[in-house]
């Protein structure tokens, strides 16, 4: 029913409808189902609603759920408790994470949300939210656990090239050496592509495999050196 009328507001674009919608309902359950978000979302740029309805529309419907995790005893919170850390750690909202992890929510737990499924660790990481990252693997957070397309933590954390949150996640022991499922890139290799020089420089420092590769037969060398990453190549070739 809430997807029907969202959905009937938008489609007419009669964004007065719909803000008294989100009032009215969103403002007074404190909650909504997430994968509506997505799907409304993912579905404004076909019909070409501005930029800043969506932004609105993104804010309201997330705050909903902050403030049902804040309550303790919404409907969302008790159904989606997982779904609801993983959005705290993809925002960088500590307050929220640090809520649910005393709560007691498993921080492991992967989800699906879109077309993705992944777990708090792995937002927090990907995102560069050290705080985050730190609580997450002080309580016991699985630091080599694989999103769907099989990059981990330190993966993607390096692909983005967030320093600090690579050197925390060496220091926890992360395997440096994974490979995701689809090309067979390593953490270095992502680095490497990207030409994040320092966490190349921390990964080589630490013993990450310069010699492995790709499905297509690329290593961290040769990508550098495909894209260009002076600095890095000259890295790679000294150690």
């Known amino acids: 029913m809430i997807s029907s009328i969202i959905f009937y507001c938008f489609n007419k674009k009669n964004r007065f409808v719909f803000f008294d919608f989100i009032k009215t309902h969103v403002g007074n359950k404190k909650y909504i189902l997430l ?4 799907i409304l979302l993912s579905t404004f740029k076909i019909h070409g609603i501005e930029e800043d309805l969506m932004k609105h529309i993104a804010e309201q419907l997330q705050e909903s759920v902050y403030e049902a995790a804040r309550n303790g005893n919404d409907e969302w ?3 989606n408790d997982s779904v609801t850390l993983i959005l705290a750690c993809k925002d960088g909202n500590k307050e929220i994470v640090q809520l649910l992890i005393k709560a007691g929510v498993d921080i492991n737990k992967k ?4 077309s993705f499924e992944s777990t708090a660790l792995i937002e927090a990481c990907k ?4 705080e985050i990252v730190r609580l997450l693997i002080e309580a016991g957070a699985d630091l080599d656990i694989k999103e769907n397309e099989g990059f981990t933590a330190l993966m993607l954390a390096s692909e983005n ?3 600090d949150v690579v050197r925390l996640l060496i220091e926890a022991g992360a395997d440096l050496n994974e490979k995701d499922i689809v090309m067979g890139f390593t953490a270095l290799m992502l ?3 990207n030409g994040h020089e320092e966490v190349v420089k ?3 420092e630490v013993g990450a495999d310069l010699n492995l590769q790709t499905k297509n037969g690329f290593t961290s060398l040769l990508i ?3 894209n260009g990453h002076g600095d890095v190549v000259k890295q790679l070739i000294k150690a």
Do not use: C, D, P, W
């Open 35 to 38: 994968n509506t978000m997505f």
């Open 202 to 204: 921390q990964l080589i």
């Open 191 to 193: 680095a490497s592509q």
């Open 127 to 130: 995102n560069g939210h050290e």
């Open 224 to 226: 550098a050196t495909q």
């Open 161 to 163: 090239g967030h320093e």
């Open 77 to 79: 919170y008790k159904n």
């Open 111 to 114: 989800v699906r949300y879109a």
